[in-house]
Protein backbone atom coordinates (compact mmCIF):
# COMPACT_ATOMS: atom_id res chain seq x y z
CA UNK A 1 0.00 0.00 0.00
CA UNK A 2 2.31 2.39 0.98
CA UNK A 3 4.14 1.67 -2.68
CA UNK A 4 1.21 2.66 -4.30
CA UNK A 5 0.75 5.65 -2.09
CA UNK A 6 4.51 6.66 -3.47
CA UNK A 7 3.48 6.42 -7.32
CA UNK A 8 0.50 8.29 -6.90
CA UNK A 9 2.71 11.04 -5.87
CA UNK A 10 5.60 10.48 -8.07
CA UNK A 11 2.68 10.13 -11.51
CA UNK A 12 2.15 13.69 -11.89
CA UNK A 13 6.16 14.18 -11.98
CA UNK A 14 7.21 11.45 -14.17
CA UNK A 15 6.72 12.95 -18.50
CA UNK A 16 8.38 12.02 -21.67
CA UNK A 17 11.03 14.32 -21.79
CA UNK A 18 11.98 14.60 -25.53
CA UNK A 19 8.22 15.22 -26.32
CA UNK A 20 7.48 17.86 -23.68
CA UNK A 21 10.65 19.54 -24.55
CA UNK A 22 9.99 19.53 -27.99
CA UNK A 23 6.16 20.59 -27.41
CA UNK A 24 7.70 24.28 -25.53
CA UNK A 25 10.22 24.63 -28.80
CA UNK A 26 7.38 24.43 -30.45
CA UNK A 27 5.01 26.21 -29.04
CA UNK A 28 7.76 29.47 -28.71
CA UNK A 29 8.78 28.75 -25.22
CA UNK A 30 12.62 29.33 -24.22
CA UNK A 31 14.33 25.95 -22.54
CA UNK A 32 17.52 26.22 -21.02
CA UNK A 33 20.06 23.16 -20.95
CA UNK A 34 22.66 23.13 -18.04
CA UNK A 35 26.00 21.80 -19.82
CA UNK A 36 28.82 21.89 -17.65
CA UNK A 37 28.29 18.88 -15.33
CA UNK A 38 27.64 16.84 -18.87
CA UNK A 39 30.84 18.32 -20.07
CA UNK A 40 33.14 17.07 -17.38
CA UNK A 41 31.19 14.08 -17.15
CA UNK A 42 31.72 12.93 -20.70
CA UNK A 43 33.86 10.08 -22.02
CA UNK A 44 35.73 11.82 -24.14
CA UNK A 45 36.12 15.50 -22.63
CA UNK A 46 35.78 15.05 -19.01
CA UNK A 47 37.81 15.34 -16.62
CA UNK A 48 39.42 11.74 -16.39
CA UNK A 49 38.77 9.25 -14.25
CA UNK A 50 35.85 11.24 -12.98
CA UNK A 51 33.71 10.50 -16.21
CA UNK A 52 30.90 8.83 -16.76
CA UNK A 53 30.80 5.53 -19.28
CA UNK A 54 29.53 7.22 -22.08
CA UNK A 55 28.79 10.29 -23.74
CA UNK A 56 26.73 12.65 -21.97
CA UNK A 57 27.79 16.08 -23.77
CA UNK A 58 24.89 18.58 -25.37
CA UNK A 59 27.00 18.77 -28.68
CA UNK A 60 24.74 15.95 -30.13
CA UNK A 61 21.80 18.36 -29.47
CA UNK A 62 19.90 20.22 -32.36
CA UNK A 63 17.23 21.90 -33.63
CA UNK A 64 15.45 20.14 -36.24
Known sequence: DSLLAIGAWLRPLIADVPDLLRSALDSGRRV????????LLDVD???YPYVT???S??????RR
Request: aromatic letters at 10%; glycine letters at 10%.
Open 32 to 39: LFEGAQSV
Open 45 to 47: YGT
Open 53 to 55: SSN
Open 57 to 62: CLTKMS
